[in-house]
């Protein structure tokens, strides 16, 4: 069987990624009149076994993961790490190897990139980065289905707009994502949490550009959709006292959103904090919910993308 990871935007084609929202549109309309459980008619994935790892919180892609697997007719298995022996001693690259012989596909959230690199080296199924300090791709896939289903229409043709930190594992991927999908990205920052050169470096040789704005309202001008995510991530280390200070100018209120265009929403990967106001949050603007389960159905297709069975 080939098998295919899911680590990094950065490393997949655009026509891959192009293939996995096309399939997920498809697969949501088809289920339009099925219950949450229901597995879908083709039954892809039945009989496989998709073990999740989370080394940190999560509730969204814990949940959505799950039902994506079901709705393929397999089924799921959430591992607490700290139940396993990986983390009184038992290697990596073993416990990598029993992963591979009693499952099918990995889902791993982690606390470091270097430790999802090592899985990758020794486990013999597919790969999915359910988030790691540096990128959170199934997000922003998803966050892209979300965009093209509202607007309809390519996300090439709209302005997208990232007001927060520069340098977090949600603004990496929707980085990578404005290479791959060729949109135009705003992202406005203080100047100490720009993206970092790593990516900007990355994006420069891919021919492209994306647009840093310190002043958050030059970044909101006419603009279709601006995202904002919380100024501490999990894997912060730093003073985050200090941190939440220096972002105090940027919170995504009504004034910026009066900036954007007309019809422009509000996304957020969620869980917030204050970065968003209650009435941007839960306003008419704001898709959060529907972008929050639109998870499901494009992970489904990350799924199959993995098992190299997509159409
Ligand atoms: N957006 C997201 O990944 O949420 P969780 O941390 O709850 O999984
Ligand atoms: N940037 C956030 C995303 C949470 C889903 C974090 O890493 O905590």
Redesign the pocket.
């Known amino acids: 069987m080939i098998m295919k990871h899911f680590i990094s935007l950065k490393e997949i084609q655009a026509k891959e990624l192009r293939k996995i929202i096309s399939d997920a549109k498809i697969r949501k309309r088809k289920r339009k009149k099925l219950n949450t459980l229901d597995v879908d008619k083709d039954s892809p994935l039945k009989g496989k076994l998709l073990i999740q790892m989370f080394e940190k ?6 949940l959505s993961f799950y039902l994506a697997i079901k709705q393929l007719g397999g089924s799921a298995l959430t591992l607490r790490p700290d139940e396993l022996h990986l983390a009184k001693g038992e290697t990596l690259a073993d416990t990598a190897k029993i992963l591979s012989t009693y499952g099918n596909a990995f889902m791993l ?1 982690t606390d470091s990139d270097k430790k999802m690199e090592e899985f990758k080296k020794y486990i013999r199924i597919p790969i999915i980065n ?2 790691s300090p540096s990128a ?1 791709p199934t ?1 922003v896939l998803s966050d892209i289905f979300t965009i093209e289903e509202i607007k309809k229409k390519p996300i090439s043709k709209l302005n997208i707009c990232w007001i927060g930190d520069g340098n977090n594992n949600v603004i990496n991927s929707l980085i990578a994502a404005s290479v791959k999908f060729s949109f135009s990205l705003n992202i406005g920052c203080p100047k100490k949490y720009k993206p970092n050169t790593r990516i900007l470096r990355w994006v420069k040789m891919n021919k492209k550009r994306v647009n840093i704005f310190v002043d958050p309202k030059d970044a909101a001008k006419n603009v279709d959709v601006i995202f904002t995510d919380k100024v501490i991530s999990m894997n912060d280390k730093g003073n985050k006292i200090k941190k939440l200070k220096d972002f105090k100018n940027y919170q995504v209120n009504s004034r910026i959103m009066s900036l954007a265009k007309k019809n422009a929403i509000f996304l957020h ?3 917030r904090g204050k970065e968003v106001t209650d009435s941007v949050f839960l306003g008419s603007q704001s898709k959060v919910w529907q972008q ?1 389960i639109n998870r499901v159905y494009v992970q489904k297709s990350i799924l199959l993308y993995c098992f190299n069975k997509l159409r």
């Open positions: 919180s999560s509730t969204r892609t814990r959230r359910g988030l959170h997000q990967c969620l869980p929050a």
